[in-house]
């Protein structure tokens, strides 16, 4: 697995509103790492008081260092604590960098390092190959807010099945990519951060855009209700079309 050279965003959700912001963006390689504002985090400010993270108190710097922040590394689980090996199974990650602190990021790039102390979530860049073509895999969301009958299903489905991909127009929080089996019962949605790009890819060239998804591995409980069906997405997008290419991913001051 490719671990040098990455690239994070650091994602905060407002209590309130629920509102998701991307606030920060992580460049990882060998051995160094740097953190710094988007633009999000302004905007999020304005809109609903975002504040600075106390371990980086400035919007306008640039922080710089050899090890991985603390903010990042607490997010992932330590090879010395007991499940290490069960969790590295609930995330189908058995293999991790040789390194790790980049180790660490393997882990993120699946689960998120979502905590319930604050409310920030840990997304990977999407990165597309000269195709157009990029593969991700995440937990699904929000299958606990659906029915008892889709519940009950959850715990049927099967790794390598596929599902369908579809756009809901009228989800509270905004446009929202929604999952469903082949009998079309809505079993969840996918982050939020990849919404956007493939509402837009969809709407802007629905004749090249072709987006498939399917069930990696399902983790019964007494396994995390965050952590209970991983799924794999691939997408197609336009020759030269760049995800995550809005406003609020750009940093407030450039490299």
């Known amino acids: 697995m490719q671990t040098t050279n990455r690239r994070f965003f650091l994602a905060w959700q407002d209590d309130q509103s629920r509102a998701w912001y991307p606030v920060g963006r992580l460049d990882a390689s060998q051995k160094s790492y740097e953190f710094a504002?988007?633009?999000?985090?302004?905007?999020?400010?304005?809109?609903?008081?975002?504040?600075?993270?106390?371990?980086?108190?400035?919007?306008?710097?640039?922080?710089?260092?050899?090890?991985?922040?603390?903010?990042?590394?607490?997010?992932?689980?330590?090879?010395?604590?007991?499940?290490?090996q069960n969790y590295l199974k609930l995330i189908d990650l058995e293999k991790l960098s040789t390194d790790p602190e980049l180790g660490k990021l393997d882990m993120l790039a699946v689960d998120g390092g979502y905590r319930v102390t604050d409310m920030y979530h840990v997304f990977p860049d999407i990165t597309t190959n000269d195709e157009g073509c990029f593969t991700t895999r995440f937990f699904l969301h929000g299958w606990r807010h659906t029915n008892d009958d889709v519940k009950n299903m959850i715990n049927t489905l099967q790794p390598g099945q596929e599902l369908y991909v579809s756009v809901e127009l009228n989800n509270p929080t905004g446009i929202a990519v929604m999952l469903h089996t082949e009998s079309y019962h809505t079993i969840?949605?996918?982050?939020?951060?990849?919404?956007?790009?493939?509402?837009?890819?969809?709407?802007?060239?629905?004749?090249?855009?072709?987006?498939?998804?399917?069930?990696?591995?399902?983790?019964?409980?007494?396994a995390p209700a965050k952590q209970r069906v991983l799924i794999e997405l691939s997408a197609k997008f336009p020759i030269g079309y760049k995800p995550l290419d809005d406003a609020q991913f750009e940093l407030i001051v450039p490299s």
Do not use: C
């Open 188 to 222: 969840g949605w996918s982050p939020r951060y990849l919404a956007h790009d493939l509402v837009k890819a969809m709407a802007n060239s629905p004749g090249t855009s072709v987006i498939s998804a399917k069930v990696v591995r399902v983790n019964p409980a007494p």
């Open 37 to 84: 504002y988007t633009k999000g985090a302004i905007q999020a400010k304005e809109e609903r008081g975002f504040s600075p993270i106390i371990e980086f108190p400035n919007f306008n710097k640039h922080y710089t260092s050899e090890k991985l922040f603390a903010l990042f590394s607490n997010r992932a689980m330590t090879s010395g604590r007991v499940g290490f």
